[in-house]
């Protein structure tokens, strides 16, 4: 069909992008250790984008079985569109060599039965019901997917690829005279082990146990340690203004490259190339090559993240970093985010550790002023740790990005996000 689709598209006097999927997956919620929703979802589709006279239109459709009819009235509508778009068109890429990216793809998830996954969810459940006590509940889920996508434009680009994908999650309650929670989450590309949904439901135990434990403290100011996923948080809001989009909208604090906006052991890298990486694609959604962007090199500006459009607004080369699905037009987006290592030994640090924060999206991402609720930290003296929860973690991301004077050595990931323990100083309300 996509064939027939370009073969009436090469009519036209148009540039044009089709872009194309189809997926199925199997997801399951537990429910107070039961097992209680299963579900099967199936989707399809294709996007289309049309460059006329310099102006840009987009429409789609569900499915990917339609006859001649359907198609040529797909087009008529989405020509239409783009004769009378305000939105700027900057072209389509032209083909390039794509890297190889291995790990995208895991057969077993593609050829495991339904009733094998709900199987697999339900001694999940049965695990959750093994390891808790009178004053824990739990719930969480597991959902198991496979898809396969594809692109191609007037310029030449014909590319396809396929990839799985598996993720985990456990929330954890613990009731007594007060309440503490816990939860953890992971994804994955391949099919995981058993062993991997049993540390889910330890993990969120655990932090449950010493949520359950933690009390607010004093106001303080000074070296503080965050953990891989309180600095996730952080690299949120600077993603910010690395995006091309904000950069161009003057919606980012930085105009240009070369800035030095960091400590000297800090550089961030968007890498689409890593083995196994949830956020790893050999092309993006544009046909873009993926690849590996370095943004910030020992606390030097180095790149911003782009899609065809923005970076040729900016007078630059893009990045490769368009994403999207077949309802949506492309948009900039991170792939995975790697912190790089540095030789710190943070781990066995003592004093004020924070571990998880949340509220960042209320952080202004030009002035980098934040404000983010502390849901779980500790305190680490003479080897005690003594938790903590409800503060406000509250500074300038600029400047607490130039406070950095430690970055430890062993790397984390959180999803796409790859990142060791820095330290930093800020303030705790």
Sequence with gaps: MIEKLIGILERENVEWEIYWEKGRGGSFRIERERLERSQRKFHSGIGLRVGYKGKLGFSYITGLNHGR??????????????????????????????????????????????????????????????????????????????????????????????????????????????????????SYRSLQPFGELEKAIKKAIEEAELSYRAVRLEGYSGEIVLEPEAVGALLGILLESLSGESVYHGRSRFVGLSEEVAGGDFTLVDDSTVEGGTG????????????????????????????HTYASLLGMESTGNAVRDFRTVPHIGMSNLLLRPGGDDLEDYEGIVVKKVFGEHTANPVSGDFSLTVELGYVVRNGELKPFRDNMLVGNLFDFLRSIEGVGRKLIRKGSVYSPRILGVAKLL
Excluded at 99 to 112: A, N, T
Excluded at 134 to 142: A, I, K, Q
Excluded at 280 to 307: A, C, M
């Design 69 to 186: 009819e359907t198609l040529e009235e797909f087009v008529k509508r989405t020509v239409k569109l783009a004769k009378v778009s305000e939105v700027p068109f900057r072209g389509f890429p032209t083909p390039s060599k794509l890297p190889r990216v291995d790990g995208l793809y895991d057969g077993r998830i593609e050829d495991i039965p339904f009733e094998e996954a709900h199987s697999l969810a339900g001694e999940f459940a049965t695990k959750m019901r093994e390891l808790k006590d009178e004053s824990l509940t739990l719930s969480g889920s597991m959902a198991l997917a496979v898809s396969r996508y594809g692109i191609s434009n007037s310029n030449g680009i014909f590319f396809e690829e396929k990839g799985t994908g598996m993720s985990v999650s456990v929330y954890a309650v613990k009731r007594g005279n007060k309440t503490g929670s816990g939860s953890y989450y992971q």
């Design 280 to 307: 790893s694609y050999s092309f993006d959604g544009e046909g873009t090559p993926g690849q590996r962007t370095v943004l910030i090199e020992d606390g030097v500006l180095k790149s911003f993240l782009l899609d």
